[in-house]
C-alpha cells in the first residue's frame, strides 16, 4: 500500500464512522424524546429465543386482548401499580438511604453504599429510581453489568417511558447478551468433557447413581418434603416407611422415582415430547399421592402466590400450543439450556396441574437437558426461595435470570459428575442438607458454601 | 260333602298318585340305566340364579367350544384327571381308612368314624368313593346335609355317570335349596331390624365407623398386608407412615379409603354399574400403590394358584359382558345376597387386572349389597383360605358353597351392628386380630371363637 492510499483510506473511513455517529446521535434524540411503545423493540436487542409468550403469537385479536389484560393484571398486581400508606414511609426511607448511599459511593466508601443500596432496595424493591441507581453502582463500582442491566429492564417494565433506564439498558443490553451466549459455550465444553468419559466408567457410574438420589431428594424437597438424602435413598432401596414421615411424603418420592425411569426408558429417546408424554410424566409423579387427579389436567382455577395461572378452559389450547412450541424447529435451534429453561417457565407457567407441576416441569427440562447430552440437573432445595424469585421476575417480563439460574444449576450439576470422576476425590460431594442432618452438615459445610456463592444470580452469570 | 263323594274323591286321588309314583320309577329307572348328559339337567333342581357361565350364552358355537377347552383344561388341571404314583399310595390309604370309618360307622362309634373319614378326604380329596361315604355319614348321622350335598355333587363333577352320586344328590338337592332360600330370608330380616335403627343413633354410627376400618383391615389383610386394625385406623386418621412396614401396605390402606368414599359419594346412588365404574373403582384401590396399572386391564397372560384366566384379548368382551349381566333383569331379579356373591366370583374369575382383583371384587359385592340396604361385608382375613377354598370350588363347578360363605360373613355384619346397638354392649367388638396383636387378641379371643364355629361351611348354612 502506497502512503497515499492509506491516508485516502483512513479519511474515507472516518467520514463514515462520523456519519455513523451522526445518525446514531439523531436517532438517540428523536427515541429518547418519544414514548412509542415500539421504541424498545427496535432499539434492544431482540432476543427472540427467550420469549416467553410466544404461543399467543396465532391467536385471533380478541383472544389476544383477552390474554393481554389476564396478563397486565397478574403483572400489575405483582409489580404494585398504586402505594398503600405504609408503602409510602417505606418509600420515603428508601430515599433517604438511597442519598446517603450515593454520598458514600462519591466519597469511596463502597462497603457502607453497598449496603445503604441493598437497605433501599430491601424498602421499595419495585422503585425505578432505587434501580437505577442501585444498577448504576453494580455496573461501575461491582462490575456486575448482569445484575445491573436486571434491574434496569426491571425499572423499564414499571416505567416504560423512563429515559434514564432505556438509556442504561442500551449501555448494557447487548454486553449482557454477549456474556450470557459466552457462558452457554462454556456449558458446552464441560457437557462435552463429560461426554468423553466412557460410559462403563465406575467412578461414573457411582456419581450418576448419587446424582440420582440426590435430583430426587432436591426436587421433592423444594416443595417442602422434609425427608433427607439418606432417608430418601432408603425409601427408594428398601420401599419401607420411615417412622415420623408423612405417607404423601414417602409418596412423592416413589413418583418422582417412577418418572425417571419413565423418562430414562422412553422420552429420552422419542423424537417429540407430545402432550401424552408430559400427561404420562405427571401421573407418574402425582400418582402415588393422588391417583385421581395424576395424569389429569386440573379442572378448576389455582392461585400460585402473585400468579394467576390461566382458568382450566384455556387448558387445553394453551398446553396443545405449548406442545407445538416444544417441538418446533425455533424452539429446536435454541441453545439447550435456554431451550430446557424456556420449557420448564412456560409449563410451570400454564399451570396445567392441580399439584406437582413443579416436579412435572423440572423433570421435563431435564428431558430435554438429557436429550442434549447433559445430566439431568439438580435444582438444590436451599435455593427455593431465589428459583421462585426468578420464576416471579420471568412472570413481570424477564425471563433471564431464571434461565442464568438453570444455566447455573446446569454448571454445578456438570462440576459435581466432572470432580466425581476426576482422579482426585475419595468420596462423592453431597450438596447441602438440611439442618438436621446434624453431623452430615458439617462435613459439607465448605462444600455447600462453595456451591451457595456459586450459585448467586448476579456473580454466577459474570465469567 | 256327602260320604259318597269324599270316598270317590279319596280313590281318585290314591289313583293320581299310584299314577305319579310309578311314572317316577319307570322314569328313574330308565335314567339310571342311562349316562345320557342331560339327565342331570332334566332331574336336578335348576339353579339358574347361580348359573356363573351364562355370560357364555350369547358366543357363537366356535368361540363356545373354544371357552369349553379352555374351561375343562383349567377344571381338569384343577381336579386332576390322572393320579402320579404318590397320589395312587395316597389313594389306597384313604381307602384303608374308609373301610375302617364305615366299620366304626356301624359300630356306632361316631368320633372314631369322622375322624378316619375326614383322613380319607384329606389323603384323596378328588375321590368319588370317599366323597360318597363321607357325604353319607354326614347326611345321616351328622345332620349335615348341606357338606353332604357338595360332596356329592363334587363327586358327581368328578365322576358324571357315578349312579350313587346322582341318587344321592336327587334325595339332598331340594332340600338344600330350600335350606338355602330359608337363609336368605332370614339374613333379610335381621337387615330390616337394622334398617329400623334411625340414621342419627349414636351406637349405630360408632359402629360403622368402627366397622369401616375393619373393612378396610381385613380386605388388605386377605391379600397379606401385615398392618394391624390399630395401625389401619392410625394410618387413614394421620396419614403418618408406621415404622417397619412397607410404603405399599400403606399404600393399600389409602387405596381401599379412597374407593368407600367413591363408592359412598357416587356408586351406591347410581342406577347402573359400568365398566367404567368398575375401572375407576379399581384406580382408586390400586392407584397409591401403582399409578400405572390402577384403572387399567391387564395386557398379560396371569396365574392364580390353580386357575387359568382369560387372556388379554379377551377381557374386553367378558368385561362387557359381565356389565350387562351386572344390569340385567336377570340378576337384578336374584335375592342380593346371591347377586352380589355372584358378581364377585365373576369379576374375580376373569380376574381382568394385573393386581387388586380381589380387593375390587369384595368392593363391587359390597357396593351391590348396599344398594340393597345391606351394610358392607367384612370377610375376615382368618377366613382366608375357607374363602380361597369356596372360589376354588366355584371354579370347578359348585358355586353355592361362596355364595354360603358370603351368607355367613354378611350375617355375622349384621350380628356386629345388631349387637353394637342393642342395649347391653358398653364398647364393639372386634373380630380376632392376628397373633402379632397381642393384648387385644386375648380380650377378643372368646369373640373371636364364637366368630371361628359361625363361620363353618358346613354348619354355617345349617339352620
Not at 283 to 289: D, F, I, N, S, T
Request: contains cysteine; charged residues 25%.
Amino acid at each position: 500500500q502506497s502512503p497515499k492510499e492509506s491516508t485516502l483510506h483512513l479519511t474515507y473511513r472516518f467520514a463514515l464512522f462520523f456519519l455513523a455517529g451522526s445518525l446514531a446521535a439523531f436517532a438517540y434524540h428523536a427515541l429518547a424524546s418519544t414514548n412509542s411503545p415500539w421504541r424498545q423493540l427496535h432499539r434492544l436487542p431482540a432476543a427472540h429465543y427467550l420469549q416467553t409468550r410466544d404461543e399467543f403469537a396465532v391467536y385471533s385479536v380478541d383472544e389476544l386482548n383477552a390474554f393481554k389484560e389476564f396478563y397486565d393484571k397478574s403483572v400489575s398486581d405483582s409489580v404494585g401499580a398504586s402505594f398503600s400508606e405504609a408503602e409510602q414511609t417505606n418509600i420515603k426511607e428508601a430515599m433517604g438511604s438511597l442519598r446517603l448511599a450515593q454520598e458514600m459511593y462519591m466519597a469511596g466508601k463502597d462497603d457502607k453504599a453497598l449496603r445503604l443500596f441493598e437497605h433501599a432496595l430491601a424498602l421499595a424493591p419495585k422503585h425505578p429510581e432505587v434501580l437505577l441507581r442501585y444498577g448504576e453502582f453494580l455496573e461501575h463500582n461491582q462490575r456486575n453489568i448482569v445484575l445491573a442491566d436486571q434491574y434496569y429492564f426491571q425499572a423499564l417494565s414499571i416505567s416504560p417511558s423512563n429515559t434514564e433506564a432505556f438509556a442504561n439498558r442500551q449501555r448494557t443490553a447487548d454486553v449482557v447478551q454477549t456474556l450470557d451466549e459466552r457462558r452457554l459455550l462454556s456449558l458446552d465444553e464441560k457437557r462435552d468433557a463429560l461426554s468423553a468419559i466412557h460410559e462403563a466408567n465406575s467412578a461414573l457410574r457411582r456419581a450418576k447413581k448419587e446424582a440420582y438420589f440426590q435430583h430426587i431428594y432436591h426436587s421433592v424437597g423444594i416443595e417442602g418434603n422434609t425427608m433427607t438424602l439418606a432417608q430418601t435413598r432408603s425409601v427408594l432401596e428398601t420401599r419401607m416407611a420411615v417412622d415420623g414421615k408423612s405417607i404423601d411424603e414417602h409418596n412423592e418420592i416413589l413418583g418422582m422415582d417412577l418418572a425417571m425411569k419413565y423418562i430414562n426408558a422412553s422420552l429420552v429417546q422419542k423424537l417429540e415430547i407430545t402432550l401424552k408424554d408430559i400427561l404420562e410424566l405427571h401421573r407418574r409423579v402425582l400418582g402415588h399421592v393422588d391417583p385421581i387427579e395424576g395424569g389429569e389436567f386440573r379442572r378448576n382455577q389455582v392461585y400460585v402466590g402473585g400468579h394467576v395461572p390461566p382458568g382450566p378452559g384455556d387448558l387445553a389450547l394453551l398446553m396443545q400450543r405449548f406442545e407445538r412450541w416444544l417441538n418446533s424447529e425455533q424452539s429446536n435451534s435454541l441453545h439447550p439450556v435456554n431451550y430446557a429453561a424456556l420449557a420448564h417457565y412456560k409449563l410451570v407457567h400454564i399451570h396445567p396441574f392441580v399439584d406437582g407441576n413443579g416436579r412435572t416441569s423440572r423433570l421435563l427440562m431435564n428431558t430435554l437437558l438429557m436429550r442434549a447430552g447433559y445430566p439431568p440437573v439438580i435444582i438444590p432445595k436451599q435455593q427455593r426461595s431465589k428459583y421462585y424469585h426468578f420464576l416471579k421476575l420471568a412472570n413481570e417480563g424477564d425471563i433471564r435470570p431464571f434461565v442464568r439460574f438453570i444455566a447455573d444449576c446446569t454448571e454445578k450439576t456438570l462440576d459435581l459428575y466432572l470432580w466425581a470422576t476426576s482422579d482426585l476425590p475419595q468420596q462423592i460431594p453431597m450438596l447441602i442438607q438440611a439442618e438436621s442432618d446434624g453431623g452430615e452438615v458439617a462435613k459439607l459445610q465448605s462444600y455447600g458454601a462453595f456451591y451457595e456463592s456459586a450459585m448467586d444470580p448476579g456473580l454466577g452469570a459474570d465469567p
